[in-house]
């Protein structure tokens, strides 16, 4: 298993762009979940997923992001219009439900944005 | 609201003396904790977890950590620090009654161990 990986690693795009991330989870982990890091500060949750199911948003998830999960393996975070203060580091993390072992999160190695 | 706090940005140590990063934590019913350490450009690689059981957790690369549930503590200890061990830790903690797991993060301390 390769962990968790993440598509595109660096993005650079004008305000007002749209943009795509991917995550592709580990293999049988069922729950997905995505983070935003600036700089200087600890991940903030965004949102996450048990299988396909968007079980809950952050408030820092305004209606320009929209995540997706469809057949519960990978997702994709869009950020439509972009704005500046979108900028920064996007990372996915993985677990697997019920196990007293899988508490804890794997990430992946983050899609870092630039609005410009 | 649960929260976490780091209350160091930086910590220095010289190499193969003991470490200690610390943590305090908010939840408001019981705690699953974690720390983290991330590398530059990285993305965030596990080191421990307390989820139940004996206060002292023992984690990747000789890292501990001790809760301690009166002072709300979590602290990240080495008895003999690397230069290798130089990155950015974070404290995470999860409510165990929040079924869906999400982790609220401290701000991170940056550890720099000197030859």
């Known amino acids: 298993d390769t962990g968790v990986s993440q598509n595109p690693r660096h993005k650079i795009t004008k305000r007002g762009q749209n943009v795509t991330f991917r995550c592709d989870p580990i293999?049988?982990?069922?729950?997905l979940y995505w983070y935003r890091q600036t700089l200087g500060q600890g991940p903030e949750f965004l949102t996450y997923?048990?299988?396909?199911?968007?079980?809950?948003k952050s408030r820092l998830l305004s209606d320009r992001f929209s995540a997706e999960r469809p057949k519960g393996s990978f997702s994709t975070l869009e950020i439509q219009r972009t704005e500046q203060g979108d900028s920064a580091m996007y990372l996915c993390?993985?677990?697997?439900?019920?196990?007293?072992?899988?508490?804890?999160?794997?990430f992946g190695p983050g899609t870092r944005l630039t609005v410009t | 609201a649960q929260s976490v706090a780091q209350p160091e940005d930086q910590v220095n140590v010289a190499e193969g003396n003991p470490l200690t990063v610390k943590c305090t934590y908010s939840?408001?019913?019981?705690?699953?904790l974690f720390w983290y350490v991330q590398y530059p450009n990285r993305g965030l690689q596990f080191l421990l977890k307390?989820?139940?059981?004996?206060?002292l957790v023992k984690g990747s690369y000789g890292f501990e950590a001790e809760f301690n549930k009166s002072q709300t503590s979590f602290h990240l200890k080495k008895p003999s620090a690397l230069v290798s061990d130089s990155a950015l830790y974070f404290c995470?903690?999860?409510?165990?009654?929040?079924?869906?797991?999400?982790?609220?993060f401290g701000q991170g301390t940056e550890l720099s161990v000197k030859p």
């Open positions: 993390a993985s677990s697997s439900q019920g196990a007293l072992s899988s508490y804890e999160q794997y």
């Open positions: 293999s049988e982990h069922n729950r």
């Open positions: 997923f048990q299988n396909e199911a968007q079980l809950e």
């Open positions: 939840v408001s019913g019981n705690p699953y």
């Open positions: 307390y989820i139940t059981g004996d206060n």
């Open positions: 995470a903690v999860r409510d165990k009654g929040n079924q869906g797991g999400k982790l609220i």
